[in-house]
């Protein structure tokens, strides 16, 4: 999966320069027309650190200045994905 961090910095800078953030992390998938997001979960479970990448799909989301990819559902990969430390 292509992860990117701009949703570290969107989580930093809170609602200032969201909409830039916003076309960094939102991508637009050429096969399904939809919008996608992967999004990270944290967590620590026992003692272990857990990081959960989720996939969340927009529907009727402005496509306008997103980057044109195709989402790893439709590339048949897995939508969760999960990395244990």
């Known amino acids: 999966m292509d992860i990117s961090l701009a949703h570290y910095k969107r989580a930093i800078k809170g609602v200032k320069g969201e909409g830039l953030h916003t076309d960094n992390v939102i991508k637009f998938c050429n096969n399904c027309k939809n919008c996608y997001e992967i999004?990270?979960?944290?967590?620590?479970?026992?003692?272990?650190?857990?990081?959960?990448?989720?996939?969340?799909?927009?529907?009727?989301?402005?496509?306008?200045?997103?980057?044109?990819?195709?989402?790893?559902r439709c590339l048949g990969q897995p939508v969760i994905l999960e990395v244990i430390k």
């Open 39 to 72: 999004v990270l979960s944290e967590s620590r479970i026992q003692g272990t650190d857990r990081r959960v990448y989720n996939m969340v799909w927009y529907q009727d989301f402005p496509s306008y200045g997103k980057e044109k990819k195709t989402c790893p």
